[in-house]
């Protein structure tokens, strides 16, 4: 296992700037000198964002990054699915165990955002999601949704002008506002089922009363942009709720649970009259995760 | 059911001055002429910290808020236990439905961050933890934990000096070394254990590999202060986690994991002999929910 450095490397905060990927690599700020993403199976240390791929969405304090893999090293285009492994699977890694990335952005990446030349340390950021689509050039790409970790000492990059509209992801003065009617659906739908899991039936119980989560089938942030409706929310254990916001279950069309893996059913889901749930969202989640 | 009205009323921002408890509840802001807590079963929408607890402790950015109940009219001290009901059943519901709830503070309360005269709406706050403990007189309390919700609408209170060495509370330029820190001794206990839930067994499998949850046995905020070591974590599954921050379940002496209202045995913690637990903040936490 490499030996992984999470966080700030000392003495080059944010905006520190760099001529080319040997300065980079010998800083420690980004180690490998051709690979997007620094990491492995134990997590993923920094990625560098630069254009490199045209599935990249750069909205500065929210990064939806494309994993590596299956590119022609001459075409530069998409020749075979990506798979979940090397820095993948690092980025993944280090959603689940919460460790922080390094953001470095290159010139070649998003003007807005981008350094006009060599390239520049931008702070850190954390993995929120992983899911895979179908790329431009027609093969699996898997993505990343990384947000900015705001502290003092790391403005965040300013943001896009649509920010507001699409989720919670800066220091943006409708904040609150998105949360309180957020949690007003999250815990209509909770209510419905009386904070029962969709998935288990289990009713978590503690001495404040019983405990659930909502979760969004097809996510609220980008480039997902689910609307926040009863019908775009399951409730679930939180158990069940990692599984299914991980991709290690989906629900298919008869509204049997399933183990993406070996497509066995696990269990029916739970449904009541009372919420309607669109089956095009359990889609967006199939096509993404199983 | 009360109607309740969860975030930011009107009309009212952020530092909005009430001269007395009458206009507070004309306003909307904190609606009850007497009570501090304005909520129910149903959930909590707004408090009053002005310093009729003397358990209260308020760092501005953070606030431990003593629930109601139990008070001699008269003499004004704790003469039986309090109840986790009405408003207190409320500020642990609006915690497990992550609604805000509103602060405002009086001149009695702590100088540092309260109004010379009158009343001072101080913006939103999440209730982040409930917990109960004997108080000063003698009779069990409950306490609540909220951290001050930030927005740019919202200027956080000053921090207090010592922010710093307690936890990632506020804007304070350690946190993202903290960060750091911390999820490299949660992560450590969660490969001990190979991501196994030392409750239940289980062992979360997604595609991306194994997920599990670090528990602090002893809260790292304030009050209880416990430290950030391999020996006050365990390794949970999501649900137990809950469980367990929530009092549902504790740990005795024998090691068996047990319903805090039945203590009937659930199951036995699992061990490794690689990870030494500290039975003192099994201790602590059994003080403080069992």
Same mark, same amino acid.
């Given at each position: 296992?490499?030996?992984?450095?999470?966080?700030?490397?000392?003495?080059? !905060?944010?905006?520190?700037?760099?001529?080319?990927?040997?300065?980079?690599?010998?800083?420690?700020?980004?180690? !490998?000198? +051709?690979?997007?993403?620094?990491?492995? +199976?134990?997590?993923?240390?920094?990625?560098v964002v630069s254009g490199g791929y045209p599935?990249?969405?750069?909205?500065?304090?929210?990064?939806?990054?494309?994993?590596?893999?299956?590119?022609?090293?001459?075409?530069?285009?998409?020749?075979?699915?990506?798979?979940?492994?090397?820095?993948?699977?690092?980025l993944a890694r280090s959603q689940f165990d919460?460790?922080?990335?390094?953001?470095?952005?290159?010139?070649?990446?998003?003007?807005? $955002?981008?350094?006009?030349?060599?390239?520049? $340390?931008?702070?850190?950021?954390?993995? %929120?999601?992983?899911?895979?689509?179908?790329?431009?050039?027609?093969?699996?790409?898997?993505?990343?949704?990384?947000?900015?970790?705001? &502290?003092?000492?790391?403005?965040?990059p300013p943001p896009t002008q649509d920010a507001?509209?699409?989720?919670?992801?800066?220091?943006? !003065?409708?904040?609150? +506002?998105?949360? %309180?009617?957020?949690?007003?659906?999250?815990?209509?739908?909770?209510?419905?089922?009386?904070?029962?899991?969709?998935?288990?039936?289990? +009713?978590?119980?503690?001495?404040?009363?019983? $405990?659930?989560?909502?979760?969004?089938?097809?996510?609220?942030?980008?480039?997902?942009?689910? !609307?926040?409706?009863? &019908?775009?929310?399951?409730?679930?254990?939180?158990?069940?709720?990692?599984?299914?916001?991980?991709?290690?279950?989906?629900?298919? %069309?008869?509204?049997?649970?399933?183990?993406?893996?070996?497509?066995?059913?696990?269990?029916?889901?739970? %449904?009541?009259?009372?919420?309607?749930?669109?089956?095009?969202?359990?889609?967006?989640?199939?096509?993404?995760?199983?």
């Amino acid at each position: 296992m490499a030996q992984r450095t999470y966080g700030e490397i000392p003495g080059y !905060p944010v905006g520190s700037t760099f001529e080319n990927r040997e300065m980079l690599h010998d800083a420690g700020v980004h180690r !490998p000198l +051709q690979a997007g993403i620094c990491g492995g +199976q134990d997590g993923a240390e920094s990625i560098v964002v630069s254009g490199g791929y045209p599935d990249d969405e750069d909205y500065g304090v929210e990064i939806v990054y494309t994993g590596h893999g299956g590119k022609d090293p001459n075409s530069k285009r998409q020749i075979a699915h990506q798979e979940l492994t090397v820095g993948n699977a690092g980025l993944a890694r280090s959603q689940f165990d919460g460790n922080p990335v390094r953001v470095v952005r290159g010139a070649g990446g998003e003007k807005a $955002y981008s350094p006009a030349t060599g390239l520049r $340390y931008d702070g850190l950021y954390r993995v %929120v999601d992983h899911w895979h689509t179908i790329g431009r050039d027609g093969f699996r790409i898997w993505r990343f949704r990384l947000v900015t970790i705001e &502290s003092p000492d790391e403005p965040a990059p300013p943001p896009t002008q649509d920010a507001a509209e699409v989720g919670p992801v800066g220091r943006i !003065p409708t904040v609150i +506002q998105r949360l %309180v009617r957020s949690t007003a659906v999250a815990n209509s739908v909770k209510r419905m089922h009386d904070y029962r899991c969709q998935v288990c039936g289990i +009713q978590l119980e503690t001495p404040a009363g019983f $405990y659930a989560e909502a979760a969004h089938i097809r996510a609220l942030g980008r480039p997902h942009l689910g !609307p926040d409706v009863p &019908s775009n929310v399951l409730c679930l254990c939180p158990n069940h709720h990692v599984l299914f916001d991980a991709g290690a279950i989906y629900i298919d %069309v008869s509204g049997s649970v399933r183990d993406t893996e070996t497509h066995e059913e696990l269990s029916k889901l739970i %449904v009541t009259a009372r919420h309607t749930i669109n089956p095009a969202q359990l889609e967006y989640h199939r096509d993404i995760h199983a």
